[in-house]
């Protein structure tokens, strides 16, 4: 337990596992209606490739919605079964009943990031509740901000490796938390990856 309701299960995902997730999300992001950067509010683009699946986060209006109406008005492919179950247990091992329908898979090049931000366009209910955020590395190791539920809040660095699950829920629900940079080079060789994939979970 880092903090209430934060939990970091280092090494969740074992190697054969991370192999299947990457050779997934690298098909998906691939793909087609596959990754793009987006342009958030007042015109900037983000740092990560991104892609959703079972709804789609656009970054213009920070709500939820069924197409990429702010990219090429794809449909949003739904949430790999065994991708969702994955992070049901995950969810589990930290004490939450989660069933989780929104994936954003966002990729990191060696000049990723993603400033610090609360999580908190999900369903008022579902934030209320407390529903996790479940979030799985894979790839490059990364510098990962977590800070309190104030943009001002001190802020712990936690570097986050391949296979790393990190949950937060409950009180932690809302606290900040971002990417400051990977580190390149330090996936594991197995996975032939130079980057890294984060996929979050969300239950709407
Ligand atoms: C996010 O906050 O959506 C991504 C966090 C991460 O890449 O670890
Ligand atoms: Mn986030």
């Not at 939820?64 to 109406?69: I, L, N, P, V």
């Not at 609360?118 to 407390?130: N, W």
Request: hydrophobic share 40%.
């Amino acid at each position: 337990m880092v903090a209430q309701g934060a939990a970091w299960l280092k090494q969740y995902v074992p190697l054969d596992g991370q192999q299947a997730l990457v050779a997934r999300c690298r098909a998906i992001i691939d793909g087609p209606a596959g990754g793009y950067v987006p342009t958030v509010r007042g015109g900037g683009k983000m740092h990560v490739r991104m892609v959703c699946l079972g709804r789609h986060w656009n970054p213009l209006t920070y709500r939820y919605e069924a197409t990429r109406a702010d990219y090429d008005g794809s449909p949003v492919a739904p949430v790999p079964e065994a991708f969702a179950a994955l992070a049901a247990r995950v969810a589990q091992e930290a004490g939450f009943i989660f069933r989780p329908d929104i994936c954003l898979i966002n990729w990191y090049g060696p000049d990723g990031r993603m400033g610090l931000h609360q999580d908190k366009d999900e369903g008022s209910e579902s934030i209320s509740a407390g529903l996790p955020v479940v979030s799985i590395s894979l790839g490059d190791t990364a510098r990962f901000l977590f800070g309190g539920v104030r943009r001002r809040d001190p802020v712990d660095t936690l570097l986050l490796e391949s296979g790393d699950a990190f949950v937060f829920g409950g009180p932690a629900r809302l606290r900040y938390h971002g990417v400051s940079r990977i580190m390149p080079g330090t996936a594991p060789p197995a996975l032939g990856l130079e980057g890294r994939f984060n996929l979050t979970f969300r239950q709407f």
